[in-house]
Nanobody
């Protein structure tokens, strides 16, 4: 059974930081393409950043210079370090694991507000 469990979300003030984690089980984690997506109320889910099985990273413009995606294959875990958070970063953040089939986590809420 495949499970992706996100954690690390919460309420943070503008300019603050959060570190999201996505713990995977039931898959050969190191061979999977992984990504962070987010969905704000009333908006479509959008890609934030991704990392290949080889460790190559890709960032949407919204994340460049502020967010860092990483993975630890020994822990079957992917991370998203988010700095300089803005109110417009408020969303539910989801992790994706994909090789042939795509798997999604349940999401973790990030709220940026003073």
């Amino acid at each position: 059974q495949v499970q992706l469990v996100e954690s690390g979300g919460g309420l943070v003030q503008p300019g603050g930081s959060l570190r999201l984690s996505c713990a995977a089980s039931g898959i050969s984690f190191s061979s999977y393409f992984m990504g962070w997506y987010r969905q704000a109320p009333g908006k479509q889910r959008e890609l934030v950043a991704s990392i290949t099985s080889g460790g190559s990273t890709n960032y949407r413009e919204l994340a460049k210079g502020r967010f860092t995606i990483s993975r630890d294959n020994t822990k079957n875990t992917m991370y998203l370090q988010m700095n300089s958070l803005k109110p417009e970063d408020t969303a539910v953040y989801y992790c994706l694991a994909q090789r042939v089939t795509a798997y999604w986590g349940q999401g973790t809420q990030v709220t940026v507000s003073s």
